[in-house]
């Protein structure tokens, strides 16, 4: 399946320069791997409307289908990327956050700190993922099976889903 994407690195230290971008290097990959047709990588600190604001340019140009975060997930005062989100999003889409957090359980505890989000705009199609290239390679994984049917689905394609 082609589809077109974005990574936003929500990351301070990233954004400053004092960090190299593990997370959204590591997410370019995969999604290349998994069928993009281009992927868009970018830094915000972490900034709610920043990252608002990136999320809507991406999703209101139609230039995307997916958009995947990286980062400010967690509970620290500075991690506020699932309320970015949620400013945004027209629509809830818990079950891929969830099974993102149970399937990480089986790798560490801290799964359960996690409070990312996704969810729909317009046709655009937003998930929130870790901020360690570790943990997003995992979440991929687990999201990366029916990642192809929700693009389809919300691209309008006709899909029978009773098989």
């Not at 079950?95 to 799964?111: P, V």
């Not at 989000?117 to 943990?135: D, K, Q």
Request: overall charge negative; some cysteine; charged content about 25%.
């Amino acid at each position: 399946m082609n589809f077109a994407a974005a990574v936003i690195t929500v990351s301070d230290s990233c954004a400053g320069g004092k960090r190299r971008d593990g997370s959204g290097n590591t997410l370019k990959r995969l999604l290349m791997e998994a069928g993009a047709i281009s992927v868009v990588q970018v830094i915000v600190p972490d900034e709610r409307e920043q990252i608002s604001s990136s999320l809507r340019e991406y999703c209101d140009g139609k230039c995307v289908d997916l958009i995947i975060t990286t980062g400010g997930t967690g509970l620290a005062a500075r991690d506020v990327t699932p309320e970015a989100t949620l400013d945004v999003i027209d629509r809830e889409a818990p079950g891929f956050a969830e099974a993102i957090r149970a399937a990480s359980l089986r790798h560490t505890q801290r799964a359960m700190l996690s409070r990312a989000v996704s969810g729909i705009r317009a046709s655009t199609f937003i998930l929130n993922f870790p901020g360690s290239p570790r943990a997003c390679e995992e979440s991929f994984a687990i999201i990366e099976p029916v990642l192809g049917h929700a693009i389809e689905l919300l691209g309008g394609v006709d899909i029978e889903c009773a098989r």
